[in-house]
């Protein structure tokens, strides 16, 4: 990130790396974070919304999320993961639909969450 720029290709590999690193090891919510953090830097950085990195970043963040046993950890991510699919909904239909599901069984209220985007 120090040489090439927090939006650079090299800096966006190593954020990719580390999230795959997490889900290797377990840990779905860092993977989750870290594939939000990939998104929205890809996103910051200029790529279209319908760019096909953009999207499989959004859908591995929607993925891990999906995964994670700790409901707090579920909540503390779910608006940034609202947000994201919001605007991304990739090209899985009903996406969104499936994470407004989830948030009701979880009791989890987001402004706006239940609402088409």
């Known amino acids: ?11 966006l590999h190593w954020l990719e790396v580390r999230a795959d690193l997490a889900h290797l090891a377990g840990d779905a919510g860092r993977s989750c974070e870290l594939w939000l953090m990939a998104a929205g830097a890809r996103l910051q950085s200029g790529q279209p919304e319908d760019d096909a990195e953009v999207e499989a970043a959004v859908d591995r963040a929607h993925h891990e999320w999906g995964q994670i046993p700790d409901p707090a950890r579920v909540r503390t ?39 088409q985007a």
Not at 1 to 11: F, I, N, T, W
């Open 1 to 11: 990130m120090r040489s090439y720029g927090p939006g650079s290709a090299q800096a």
């Open 77 to 115: 991510l779910a608006p940034d993961l609202v947000g994201l699919r919001r605007r991304v909904p990739g090209r899985q239909r009903g996406a969104l639909q499936l994470l407004q599901q989830r948030l009701e069984q979880l009791e989890i209220r987001i402004p706006g969450a239940t609402q």
